[in-house]
Each structure stands twice: as structure tokens, then as C-alpha cells.
């Protein structure tokens, strides 16, 4: 059975940085790509971005509104993938899920319950 | 402003069918598949339809998925109140390099 556990979620000043993680179990991690998506409270769905596994370069693309603040990267030998967030800002105030993909077009096919950041003064 | 255009609500009884549309474009829905998730409210959400009408294991038949040029549909037959929740689409945008996500639908159960 696939699951995917967030941590490292909490409290964190505007500006600020703040690395959550992704402990994967169920599979070969190393086979498939990893990614988030996070939901603003109240809200909508909103991608955030995704590391290809290395068999297609570990390559990575990300959502406009991250792009050049937000990292992904993954640690194969340990199944866990890691999101990287700086210069936070109060709209990044968010659930942010771990998922993870398949082959090809599925980009997102399992979830992780969540892990909760808030940016806040 | 989301990328896919779902309808904000939706509503069904018990027993009844109900669609729920995705609006796109050339650049996603137009030419790529499309996905369905639900999300129950205060959990995770959860694959319900891969690649435009596939079902994962677990999923009732009473989900399905087809398309149609930029557009997509989710019907779900025999309406039960376990169904009530929020109704994502989601594809690839060949043109942003991105996943892109429907506004999401609020089903409700009358």
C-alpha cells in the first residue's frame, strides 16, 4: 500500500524559510515522480510542483507563483522527497500534500494526509 | 482565475445522476488526459478517475469519466450521500509546464 507522510509543517515568519519532507512506503520510491500541492484554507487545489524520478534526469517544474522561492529535490536512499520554501509569504499559508505520480501523463495520483504551514507575523 | 473551469456547485438526490463539467483548452485538456479527484471535506483528497474514464481499484462504477475535445466530464450514477464533496479535474498544461487544477465542485446530496 502506498503511503506518503508529511512533516515538518507549522509556524513561520514572513520572509522566513522552512523545509517540509515526505516519507514515502509502499513502493520504489526511486521509480516514480514526487511532487506537492498545496490548498490554502477555504480554498481551492493549487499544484505547486514535481522532481521526475532519476531514470528521467530528476528533472523539475514548478507553478509560476513558486517558481524561483520554492525547491523540490528527493533523497532516493531514504524514500523521501523535500520541499524547500523561501522568502514565505502570508498567502503561502497553506495544506501542502505530498503525492506522487506514475508513468507518463499521471502526474498525481497518490496523496499524503497534509501537513499545515502558516505564515504568520 | 483557475486554468480548468468546473462549476462551483452542483446538486443531486438520492438515486439520481449528476455531471460535473471541465473546461479547458488546446494546451491541456485539448491534448493530454485528464484526472478526477474528490475530497471529502476535513481529508486528503483521492483519486478518482486517471486518464480521461479510468478507474483505480476501489472505485465504485458508479464514477466515470469521458472527453471530448477541450472539455471533460465526471457523471456519477445511483447518488449517495457518501458522495457528497468537493470534485476536482486536473491535466497537464503542455503550454505552462504545469499541472493544472479545476476550480473544484461542491456536490451536495439533497
Known amino acids: 500500500e502506498v503511503q506518503l507522510v508529511e512533516s515538518g509543517g507549522g509556524l513561520v515568519q514572513p520572509g522566513r524559510s522552512l523545509k517540509v519532507s515526505c516519507t514515502a512506503s509502499?513502493?520504489?520510491?526511486?521509480?516514480?515522480?514526487m511532487g506537492w500541492v498545496r490548498q490554502a484554507p477555504g480554498k481551492g487545489l493549487e499544484w505547486v510542483g514535481f522532481i521526475r524520478s532519476n531514470g528521467y534526469g530528476g528533472t523539475t517544474d514548478y507553478a509560476a507563483s513558486v517558481k524561483g522561492r520554492f525547491t523540490i529535490s528527493r533523497d532516493d536512499s531514504k524514500s523521501i522527497a523535500y520541499l524547500q520554501m523561501n522568502s514565505l509569504q502570508t498567502d503561502d499559508t497553506a495544506v501542502y500534500y505530498c503525492?506522487?505520480?506514475?508513468?507518463?501523463?499521471?502526474?498525481?495520483?497518490?496523496w499524503g494526509q497534509g501537513t499545515l504551514v502558516t505564515v504568520s507575523p | 482565475q483557475s486554468v480548468l473551469t468546473q462549476p462551483p456547485s452542483a446538486f443531486g438526490t438520492p438515486g439520481q445522476r449528476v455531471t460535473i463539467s471541465c473546461s479547458g483548452s488546446s494546451s491541456n485538456i485539448g491534448s493530454n488526459p485528464v484526472y478526477w479527484y474528490q475530497q471529502v471535506p476535513g481529508t486528503a483528497p483521492k483519486l478518482l478517475i486517471y486518464r480521461n474514464n479510468q478507474r483505480p481499484s476501489g472505485v465504485p462504477d458508479r464514477f466515470s469519466g469521458s472527453k471530448s475535445g477541450t472539455s471533460a466530464s465526471l457523471a456519477i450514477s445511483g447518488l449517495r450521500s457518501e458522495d457528497e464533496a468537493d470534485y476536482y479535474c486536473?491535466?497537464?498544461?503542455?503550454?505552462?509546464?504545469?499541472?493544472?487544477f479545476g476550480g473544484g465542485t461542491k456536490l451536495t446530496v439533497l
Open positions: 486536473a491535466a497537464w498544461d503542455d503550454g505552462l509546464s504545469a499541472w493544472v
Open positions: 509502499g513502493f520504489t520510491f526511486g521509480d516514480y515522480p
Open positions: 503525492t506522487r505520480g506514475g508513468s507518463g501523463w499521471d502526474v498525481v495520483l497518490y
